[in-house]
């Protein structure tokens, strides 16, 4: 996620917009940037022999366990009216690509209580997605600087029900759903989802070495 920042930062400084994608390992929770209050346990959690790692995002909302999830992070800039309206903009490929394939979602309608609850996906707010069943799909963050945005968010796909109650202390409220799709056919999905809502055609670039070394050279320590 701090490449995500990264990517704003050269945004800014003419690079064109960003469509990416990615997944983590080890897992690790990430915490909303103004969220300062967590449980202790999170510091010493061990999942499949690894330390859960326990991230701060550049983006604010509250923690999100990344296991079994895909990430996918949008960097653009001149939209225009509210900060909901540009969640609402870019949240339309989202809506499409799962459309694709079956899966129709709509916006959550939960208001300011979420603060008091340290899962992100506890609940589901106007800026987030959830299937007709109830399932929060999708929970998404944003980081504006001048006029371009950071967005990036989280699929959950098949999170580990055991994990998730031994980091937030319940199971998902929003129950499970069947996802028979490899994470692959999901991508391709959103991109030509992406490609049509945002009528562009994006120049695929996997993260070499070199520019990965490049990135963490310049990234602040949070």
Not at 71 to 86: F, P
Not at 99 to 112: E, F, I, M
Not at 114 to 143: E, M, R, W
Request: charge should be neutral.
């Amino acid at each position: 996620m701090a490449i995500d920042k990264w990517l704003l930062e050269q945004h800014l400084l003419g690079s064109p917009p960003v469509l990416r994608f990615y997944t983590w390992a080890p897992s690790a929770i990430s915490l909303g940037y103004h969220q300062h209050k967590y449980p202790e346990h999170w510091q010493n959690i061990i999942w499949k022999g690894q330390k859960l790692d326990l991230v701060k995002r550049p983006t604010g909302g509250r923690a999100v366990l990344h296991q079994g999830d895909l990430t996918y992070a949008v960097i653009t800039s001149g939209l225009g009216g509210t900060r909901m309206q540009a969640y609402q903009k870019i949240c339309e490929f989202l809506i499409a690509g799962w459309k694709q394939l079956g899966v129709d979602l709509h916006y959550g309608t939960a208001g300011r209580g979420y603060i008091h609850n340290p899962n992100c996906f506890g609940t589901a707010t106007s800026a987030d997605l959830v299937t007709n069943d109830g399932y929060k799909l999708i929970g998404s963050a944003q980081l504006r600087k001048g006029n371009a945005i950071l967005q990036h968010g989280t699929i959950q796909l098949q999170p580990d029900i055991e994990l998730f109650s031994q980091v937030f202390g319940e199971e998902s409220r929003f129950g499970q759903l069947s996802l028979n799709f490899d994470v692959e056919t999901i991508i391709n999905a959103l991109v030509d989802a992406a490609s049509n809502c945002f009528n562009t055609q994006f120049d695929i670039q996997p993260l070499s070495e070199d520019k990965m070394q490049l990135m963490l050279s310049n990234i602040q320590p949070q």
